[in-house]
C-alpha cells in the first residue's frame, strides 16, 4: 500500500513557475514507477510526465516537453514536477500516481495509487 500527498499549488502569473512536491509512505517507494497527470474542469484525466523507478528514464506529454521536469528523490521518497514557462492552458488539479512497473504507462487507469491532487492555476 502505498499513500500520496501532493503539495506546491497554488496561483501563478503566465511565464512563472511552481514546483510540485508529492510525498509517498511505505518503505517499497523506489520500486514504483511514479508519474504525474492532470484535470481541467469539464476534461478527462491526462498524462503529463513519469519517471521509473530508478529514475534513469522519464517521459512527458508533448504540451508540456521542454518547460516541465521530473524528478524523484528515493531517499526521501518523494517525487517532484518542476513547472516552467506556465501558460494559461495549464490550469488544472495536478495528481500524483504510483505504478508498480518497469514501464510507467500515460495512461491514467493503469496507474495503482494516487494523491488527492493540488490546484495549479495560471492567470493570463
Known amino acids: 500500500q502505498v499513500q500520496l500527498v501532493e503539495s506546491g499549488g497554488g496561483l501563478v502569473q503566465a511565464g512563472g513557475s511552481l514546483r510540485l512536491s508529492c510525498a509517498a509512505s511505505?518503505?517499497?517507494?523506489?520500486?514504483?514507477?511514479m508519474g504525474w497527470f492532470r484535470q481541467a474542469p469539464g476534461k478527462e484525466r491526462e498524462f503529463v510526465a513519469a519517471?521509473?523507478?530508478?529514475?534513469?528514464?522519464?517521459n512527458y506529454a508533448d504540451s508540456v516537453k521542454g518547460r516541465f521536469t521530473i524528478s524523484r528523490n528515493n531517499a526521501k521518497n518523494t517525487v517532484y514536477l518542476q513547472m516552467n514557462s506556465l501558460k494559461p492552458e495549464d490550469t488544472a488539479v495536478y495528481f500524483c500516481?504510483?505504478?508498480?512497473?518497469?514501464?510507467?504507462?500515460?495512461?491514467?487507469?493503469?496507474?495503482?495509487?494516487w494523491g488527492q491532487g493540488t490546484q495549479v492555476t495560471v492567470s493570463s
Open positions: 511505505g518503505r517499497t517507494f523506489s520500486t514504483y514507477a
Open positions: 519517471i521509473t523507478w530508478s529514475g534513469a528514464s522519464t
Open positions: 500516481a504510483a505504478q508498480r512497473s518497469s514501464y510507467p504507462s500515460t495512461q491514467s487507469t493503469r496507474w495503482d495509487y
